[in-house]
Structures are given as C-alpha cells and as structure tokens.
C-alpha cells in the first residue's frame, strides 16, 4: 500500500473492432504513450495572474502545457520506440467546439491536435493516437461532438472510429486490442452525487447534492445505451493477450476533487473490466498516477487478477494532490494500491505552485507492462536528456511486488 509520491446528431458508436494490417514488429516489446487533457490553452487572467506574482495551490488554471509538452513528446518519440498513442479526453477546453462555424472549428483543430501531434508522424507514418472524448469535449454538446469525432476519423496521425470502438494497432501482431469508452456517457446513466471533503481528508459523502454529469449528451440512441454490453461483449471476444480498456475517467485519483464520479464509474464499470480487461488508462484528474485495483471486490478472493490503472491527465493542466485524502483511501479501500502519484507543486516546496505536466509511456513485454511517467515542472529547463520520474513494472496475474517501482529525482 506505500505510495511513491513526486510533489510536485452524433454517429453511432463503432461495434466491430477495427482489424488493422499487421507488420512484423520491429522490436520484442509494444510501445505507446499515454496524454490525456491536452486540448488546453493559457487564458488571459494566467497572464494577468503571473505578472502581478499571484500563485497559489489553486489559483488557476495556469499557463498551458501544451507548447512546453508537445516538443517534449516530439523529442522523446524520437529517441524511444512509440508505436502508437492513447488520447485519454479533454481534448478541447473549455467547451469543446459548437459545430456551427467551420472555420471557427478548424482554427481550433490546428491549435490542439494539427501542431501539437503531427509531427510525431515524421519518425513513423503508420503512428496513430485513438481518442477518447472527454467531460469538457461534450460541453460542445450533439453537433460539437460530432464535429470532433469527424475530424478525429479522418485526420492522421488521428483515429477514432466511433464514441465507443475497438482497435487493433499496427505492429502489434494482434497482441494488443484497445477498447475506448465514452465514460460521460456512462456516467449519465447512473447517479452521480457532488464531492465533498470532511476537514481531514475523508469523504464526507452528502448525497442529497446531485453532479449532473452528462447533461450535455441528451437522450442516448439504443447504440449507445447498450454500450457497456458491447464492451462486455467484445473483451470476452478478443483474443489478444493485453486487452486495454481507455476513458476519460479515472477509477481512482488522489486529488480529492472527483471521487463520488468515481464511485459512480466504479460501480458500473468494473463488473465489466474485473476478470476481462488487464488494464485501465484515463485522464479527468490532472495528476499523473499508477494503482492497482485487486478487483476483489468484484470477483472471488481466488479468481480476481489486479487491474492496471493509469491516470494520465497532466499534459496541459495541473492539479495539486490531497494528502489528507489519499491517507484516507489507503485505509478506506484495500483493494487500491497506488504505487506513485504526481502533482502541481504543493506548498512549501521548491517552485511551489507551479505545474507539474506529465504523460506516460508504457511497453508491453509478455506478461509484463513497464509504465514511466515523463513530467515537466512549469519554468524549468527541458534537460537533454529526458529521464521519467518514475518507472513501474506491473506484471498481470500478481500486480506490483513490493520494489516495481524506480523513483528518480526530478
């Protein structure tokens, strides 16, 4: 349980997994990357906020990542093997886009995948990212949504196939699926109450407080209703040996701020993860994290294999972790191991306040996932060399062993 801490009218969905063209791998391993929240760009008040010296743990948002972050990936896919990427939502801040005005929209496609993420094709042409959409992706409601996933379906190195879909990636000789979901979408099928803290750190769980997530979605078509069935369906259907399971939500977070959304995601989705999926990524939370769930409650203490969870949610916004609340769920919930967690600079610390962006870089080797979490503290020099602040070795079956993960200092 010990914590490794760094302070610091819409198509419907796909049903087929999309069966790619499959070429020997240029290595033994699968490689990808992980973003999540990266559609966001400094506004004026961080600007106003900066130049008078106004910081604090939550004065916010912040200058953007985005322009820091995306040379970085660039840079560091240059040097290391990516084969494909995961874009885990938020992928236009504030509100997505509206749909109406085309050349409106395009302005802001350039600004948050064209410049950003094309130049990652320039090492491999077949590099693709398959997205997820996010709670702020939707604000742009039906026709904004739409608007995105047909930009995202037709534009490289883009793929999405769908609101919820399956993939096969090139070069990974069927060994890998990913399975994206549309988490807002599930969330607004259940009751989701707003979150609040008791002054320690511990839930105090008000449910007569309703977060209405999903409020822009609307009525969902008979697709997307049966959309947890599909993805039931379609894990217990796959033949790979990794089967990935990708969404805008996380599981678990350590930031305090969204745990009764993910109570609510909890309870509908891990019944379907635990016992046919071997890992979880998601973004929302704007830390960079690695658990374990041991799915025991949901299967036979001898039957539940751990769940890899991966938060990666920093890639242009950061938010502090609550340690209150993280000492809390370690003694609340011993199914959840978090082997390391990532924040905005707390205060105190050297360069407190500033953010702390991140992604996470997985490869894939047998039984064996090694995830790395590369992060950027806000005004620091990009070294050289770029090192991950952390490397973790999840093996599926048994989880983290005591020792799986490898700090360095940042």
């Known amino acids: 349980m010990a914590a490794a801490f760094q302070s610091t009218p819409v198509p419907d969905a796909v049903h087929t997994p999309i069966v790619e063209e499959t070429a020997v791998t240029s290595g033994p391993s699968i490689d990808f990357i992980a973003v999540g929240d990266t559609g966001y760009e400094t506004p004026w008040f961080s600007f106003f906020g900066s130049w008078y010296g106004i910081r604090g743990t939550h004065w916010a948002p912040g200058e953007s990542g985005l322009p820091i972050m995306a040379p970085l990936l660039q840079n560091y896919c240059k040097n290391n093997a990516c084969q494909f990427g995961l874009m885990l939502g938020d992928n236009i801040y504030p509100d997505g886009v509206e749909g109406e005005d085309a050349s409106e929209d395009q302005e802001r496609f350039e600004d948050v995948f064209i410049k950003p993420f094309t130049p990652l094709l320039a ?14 992706d939707w604000r742009g409601k039906r026709r904004g949504a739409a608007a995105q996933l047909a930009f995202l379906k037709s534009t490289p190195p ?7 879909y399956s993939v096969k990636p090139k070069d990974t000789n069927g060994l890998l699926e990913v399975f994206v979901v549309d988490t807002e979408m599930l969330l607004s099928t259940t009751t989701v109450y707003k979150a609040n803290l008791n002054k320690d750190g511990s839930e105090a769980r008000d449910m007569s407080e309703i977060d209405h997530v999903g409020k822009n979605i609307g009525a969902l078509s008979g697709t997307e209703k049966n959309q947890l069935s599909w993805l039931k369906d379609a894990l217990e259907a796959s033949s790979a040996s990794w089967k990935i399971v990708v969404g805008h939500h996380p599981l678990w977070s350590s930031g305090s701020t969204k745990f009764e959304q993910a109570h609510a995601l909890r309870r509908i989705l891990l019944p379907v993860l635990c016992g046919r999926a071997d890992a979880y990524f998601a973004g929302h939370e704007h830390t960079e994290e690695i658990h374990a769930d041991s799915c025991e409650t949901i299967l036979p203490k001898g039957e539940a294999k751990p ?48 953010q702390t962006w991140g992604f996470a870089h997985v490869s894939l080797l047998g039984d064996t996932a090694t995830i790395q979490i590369i992060s ?32 360095n200092k940042h």
């Open 123 to 136: 090492k491999n042409p077949n590099f693709r990212i398959f997205p997820a959409l996010g709670n702020h």
């Open 307 to 354: 769940l890899l969870h991966v938060v990666s949610g920093a890639f242009a916004k950061s938010r502090p972790l609550h340690p209150g609340f993280m000492a809390y769920q370690a003694k609340s919930y011993p199914q959840l191991n978090t082997v390391f967690a990532s924040g905005k600079v707390p205060e105190g610390a050297p360069d407190q306040f500033k």
């Open 158 to 164: 883009f793929e999405m196939q769908g609101l919820f």
């Open 376 to 407: 950027q503290i806000e005004d620091r020099d990009i070294p050289a060399n770029i090192h991950p602040a952390v490397t973790c070795i999840f093996t599926k079956g048994t989880g983290f062993k005591p020792g799986a993960c490898d700090s």
